[in-house]
């Protein structure tokens, strides 16, 4: 079947605008994450969905960033005001259920370059 | 807090050889998940390997194997018969399973050349 997916492949923005990002997770996938990798870093969690509710979004760096999952399935990821250090690969990840014992599995991410 | 420290940014290897990547941890939790995780230049994160902690067996995904030393907190990833595909940035991760978050290294660049 399908895997994760993101769009859009590549987003570029001026600082100060707002822009969101979607993440497609694999059908049946209840749990969803939001993860932030800058270049030539491992990925950093922002956020993690089971079903519609955030049940941890301790990683997200400040209120700028704001993430939902209306129905449990797709998820956009929000960022207001842009700033240049949100430049970064934005990657989604879902597992089947339990994030503690489930594999995560990786969609190819959103690279944001903000001009 | 966990973290997760891969020592060896570059690491090169010749076609056909084995190569063996570093990954240490840092926890106070008794019971969790390691993952080698393997991205290359199309950014798309493919899993590798995953080990069980609580299982003493070394997990195996064909030319994919791992040495793991709980007691060290040690994970290294073994690559026999490296090929060309296997060109990528690698990264060693860590999941409590009281916890949500994937605890990624700063990843190892491996090259296989012909």
């Known amino acids: 079947g399908a895997g994760v997916s993101q769009t859009p492949s590549n987003k570029v923005t001026e600082k100060g605008k707002y822009v969101e990002l979607r993440c497609d997770p694999i059908?049946?996938?209840?749990?969803l994450y939001w993860y932030r990798q800058s270049l030539g870093q491992g990925p950093e969690f922002l956020i993690y969905?089971?079903?519609?509710?955030?049940?941890?979004d301790s990683g997200l760096p400040n209120d700028r960033f704001f993430a939902v999952r209306p129905e449990g399935s797709v998820s956009t990821l929000k960022i207001q005001r842009t700033e240049r250090g949100d430049s970064a690969v934005y990657l989604c990840?879902?597992?089947?259920?339990?994030?503690?014992?489930?594999?995560?599995?990786f969609g190819p991410g959103t690279r944001l370059t903000v001009l | 807090a966990q973290t997760v420290t891969q020592s060896q940014p570059e690491m090169s290897v010749q076609e056909a050889e084995t190569v063996t990547l570093s990954c240490t941890y840092d926890?106070?939790?008794?019971?969790?998940?390691l993952f080698w995780y393997k991205q290359p230049p199309s950014r798309q994160m493919i899993l590798v390997i995953r080990?069980?902690?609580?299982?003493?067996q070394n997990a195996t995904e064909n030319r994919f194997s791992v040495n793991f030393q709980k007691a060290a907190k040690s994970f290294s990833l073994k690559i026999s018969d490296s090929q060309l595909g296997d060109t990528a940035m690698y990264f060693c991760?860590?999941?409590?399973?009281?916890?949500?978050?994937?605890?990624f290294g700063e990843g190892t660049q491996l090259t296989v050349n012909p």
């Open positions: 926890t106070s939790e008794s019971n969790y998940y």
């Open positions: 080990q069980e902690a609580y299982k003493q």
């Open positions: 059908s049946g996938h209840t749990a």
């Open positions: 969905f089971q079903g519609t509710g955030a049940a941890d």
């Open positions: 990840a879902s597992s089947l259920n339990d994030a503690r014992t489930d594999t995560q599995y």
């Open positions: 991760a860590f999941i409590s399973t009281s916890g949500s978050r994937l605890t």
